[in-house]
């Protein structure tokens, strides 16, 4: 069951609030992750030539997933006739990865 609407006081729609991944709590302790799945992104680009933008990626799926974030038990896919990610699955945002300016390849 959601824990959003009138029952709780607040509504938390997807454009209001600070965004994480499908609104999903924000862990920024790496040894007190308690979740199936854990959300890091990888905020990058920094290979490419007159091309940047893929640096925003990770927000822009952020931002993307909240629309899944209220009143639905998941994501709802039409063509397999499944729920995904539903209300059992514990899901965290880890936020983004430190990325070191203009370095692209491997410590």
Same mark, same amino acid.
């Given at each position: ?9 607040? +509504? ?8 994480? %991944? ?12 308690? !979740?199936?799945? !854990?959300?890091?992104? !990888?905020? %990058? ?17 952020? /931002? ?10 998941? =994501?709802?896919?039409? /063509?397999?006739? !499944?729920?995904? +990610? ?7 945002? +880890?936020?983004? =990865? ?10």
């Amino acid at each position: 069951m959601s824990e959003n609407g009138y029952e709780t006081g607040r +509504l938390n729609l997807p454009f209001v609030g600070i965004s994480t %991944f499908a609104k999903k709590p924000y862990v920024s302790d790496w040894d007190s992750i308690d !979740a199936d799945v !854990a959300v890091l992104g !990888a905020p %990058f680009d920094f290979g490419t030539q007159w091309r940047p933008g893929a640096r925003f990626g990770p927000r822009a799926v952020r /931002e993307a997933s909240t629309l899944f974030s209220f009143g639905h038990a998941g =994501a709802y896919d039409h /063509e397999d006739d !499944a729920t995904y +990610l539903g209300g059992d699955v514990r899901i965290v945002d +880890l936020g983004d =990865a430190d990325i070191i300016h203009t370095k692209t390849t491997p410590t």
